[in-house]
């Protein structure tokens, strides 16, 4: 029990690994759909490159988009109106007439003729209020049917028969034009507008109603396939109806009930597809990034991300399919590149667009924009800290997008009209939401301790808290950091390596030589040297406790471990060579392992390049007379030395890049001397 222990203890990062490994396949399957996955992709005006395809059941044959659109179109275009008819009205005004009638005319002026008034009055009502008064005229042609509801009745009639408030006095005075009554025009028309209101209205509810029942009871099929019948044949090219039949199947296959037991194959097969591509991933990290792969945090960070990915597609996808070009996929490789390098971001973008295959539709047009727009996002964003260099790779990786959109959509349909302005807008928000990359990274950066190039600019500025400390306290060391910084910077462009890095880890690889300034000779502005009153390994104590006293201001400071890296490492395992020498002149039994630093050495190609710059320059203060030549020479020795004392065994920089570095130092240092070419005399 006590050795399982052991080993659990022993190997317990790679126990993390596999769980962590596990969790997200498991979460991704998880986030996947569950149904059959149709197994013939259909390539859209192309030849059908599989055999025979022959139908495996029963299916109808769903109409296209276009066709429903065009059907929806044509109902709403051909849907009667209703109108509502109110029958109170003209039972009111015919109750009415009598008493209105002897309102407005005087028993001398009707002179007997009251009845026949009153019955012309009600029978021109009748007549009005045959079909009903509108007030407001709607926009409906007049010989357009529509329907007149009168209690729970509707009857269809033209729209012209309905009579319109502005119809009404030309309607009135010819009715008493052709009755013996012009004598008395004023007084009923009098009459008729005390008594006429308009009855009919626009019924908008129970029109849009019904309107709504026709839309829903719309049939999305038109014909059926018997199973057996050959579907497509091969060869042939697939295009109008043949398309539409392959997506009717496509459709029924992937929409079937599943038995139980399908369903625990189809997630034996996610599975297994899901952890191979995972497996990808981790098998690269492991072979070509060993430092990231023994890291946790940043194998956690990386899957994380992947995760998130499939997550927010996959609700894009459930939420409205039209909007899957608006997921920032690009965010991944810009995220990973910031962090670490683009070769890992493109793997890994490459592997997440697998991934996401199974999720969307029309997977193969997805998987090539993706990865195209993936490619083009590694190649273009260089220094990430610069606003429009982001800007401007947001807008070539749109374009793109829409190039590639349009090439496919001319080969499907083979008409430029087919192209979409709604989906071209989707890749204009996908871009616009890549911008938020920025933000993403200073979260990324708090939740998971890491740095990116974005940080690092904040912290070389040397108007920075610390190092303005720095230049207060010992300002020799602040002007002997800004001078390896710049050393450095210089030959990390030359090998390619990370120079924002080492410029930073330059600035601040010194910050321990802030407690005992004075022990240290750029700092020391006078004859009198604070050595010469201590014994050579306390003197040496003090300056190897300048790379401790420099790991604790920094962890108080919370700079990153990728900036302490430096000041962990610029020295390696090297001795105090002076006082080891002192030592030796008092003491020939002196031990060289009392005046050696506490390393550990240089591990990466930007920690060599601080720990051969910092040497040189710090020496090169010695140089009395100095000369081309004997800047040569001193370089060259400095160098050698370090690499004889195996100082490099770790850092994966090669004796080609050191070579280059070499050159890079001894061409600064002429120039730092103000050396000139020697000519003959």
Known sequence: ????????????????????????????????????????????????????????????????????????????????????????????????????????????????????????????????????????????????????????????????????????????????????LLNFENELLEVFFSLIEPNVSFDSEFTQKELQSKLDNISYTRGNIEQGSRVIARGEVVEGNKYNILRSLKNEYESQVWSESNYKWILVGYSVLVALALLMLLLFIRKYRQDIFENNVKVTFIFFNILFMVLLTTIVVNFNIDYVYVVPLCILPLTLKAFFDARLGMFTHVITVLLLGFIVPNSYEYMFLQIIAGIVTI????????????????????????????????????????????????????????????????????IFGMVSDMSLLELSDTNSKLLKELSEKAPGTFHHSLNVANLAEAAANEINANAMLVRVGALYHDIGKMKNPTYFSENQTSAVNSHDELAPKESAQIITDHVINGIEIAKKHNLPDRVIDFIRTHHGTTTVYFFYMKEKEQNENAVAEDFRYPGPIPFSKETAILMMCDSVEAASKSLKEPTAGVIDNFVEKIISKQMKEEQFLNANITFKEIQVVKKILKRKLKNIFHLRVEYPE
């Open 1 to 180: 029990m006590k050795k399982f222990v052991n080993n659990l203890y022993k190997n317990q990062a790679l126990f993390y690994k596999v769980f962590l490994f596990a969790l997200t396949a498991v979460l991704i399957v998880y986030l996947l759909p569950k149904g059959g996955n149709f197994k013939y992709e259909i390539p859209k005006g192309k030849p059908w490159q599989y055999e025979n395809l022959y139908a495996p059941f029963d299916f109808a044959i769903l109409k296209s988009e276009e066709e429903i659109k065009q059907e929806r179109q044509q109902i709403r275009n051909n849907h009667t109106p209703y109108f509502q008819f109110n029958q109170k009205i003209p039972k009111e005004a015919t109750v009415k007439t009598p008493e209105v009638v002897y309102e407005v005319f005087s028993d001398s002026l009707l002179n007997n003729r009251e009845i026949q008034v009153v019955d012309f009055v009600r029978t021109t009502l009748e007549e009005v209020y045959e079909y009903g008064l509108l007030q407001t005229n709607n926009r409906v042609e007049d010989n357009q049917l529509v329907y007149l509801r009168k209690g729970n009745e509707a009857f269809e009639i033209p729209y012209k028969n309905i009579l319109k408030q502005d119809q009404v006095r030309s309607f009135l005075n010819t009715k008493i034009n052709d009755s013996n």
């Open 379 to 446: 190649l273009t964003v260089s220094e990430l800290y610069k606003r429009a260099n982001l800007f401007i790779s947001v807008g070539q990786i749109t374009l793109v997008y829409i190039i590639s959109y349009f090439a496919f959509t001319v080969i499907q349909e083979g008409n430029i009209a087919d192209v979409e302005a709604e989906v071209l807008l989707t890749f204009l928000l996908g871009g616009l939401a890549t911008l938020f990359v920025q933000p993403l990274i200073y979260i990324y950066e708090k």
